[in-house]
């Protein structure tokens, strides 16, 4: 079955870093766009970060350019997120997602905590 598992989250300081990790299996991932999304309590989820499946276009949310570099590793099944410079205000669950056609995947999701 189709899975997505999200790792790497955790406590940060403002302005450290983490590096997420969605190790993706059940489904031809190097077909799929990957998009980090986020959801803080009480605000809608966003898009954060997204890259296509094989050129590896990249977009991302203006509250994160150059901060935030999202990447692929096709022959892992894996997709990353490395966050640099994180503020409070990043402090969200970071949910996996795979996008196709006829296809939309989510995984549980990451808690990213970034508090002094």
């Known amino acids: 079955q189709v899975q997505l598992v999200e790792s790497g989250g955790g406590l940060v300081q403002p302005g450290g870093s983490l590096r997420l990790s969605c190790a993706a299996s059940?489904?031809?991932?190097?077909?799929?766009?990957m998009n980090w999304y986020r959801q803080a309590p009480g605000k809608e989820r966003e898009l954060v970060a997204g890259i296509t499946s094989t050129v590896g276009i990249t977009n991302y949310a203006d509250s994160v350019k150059g901060r935030f570099t999202i990447s692929r590793d096709n022959a892992k099944n894996t997709v990353y997120l490395q966050m640099n410079s994180l503020y409070p205000e990043d402090t969200a669950v970071y949910y996996c997602?795979?996008?196709?056609?006829?296809?939309?995947?989510w995984g549980q999701g990451t808690q990213v905590t970034v508090s002094s």
């Open positions: 059940g489904f031809t991932f190097n077909r799929y766009t």
């Open positions: 997602n795979a996008y196709a056609r006829a296809s939309d995947y």
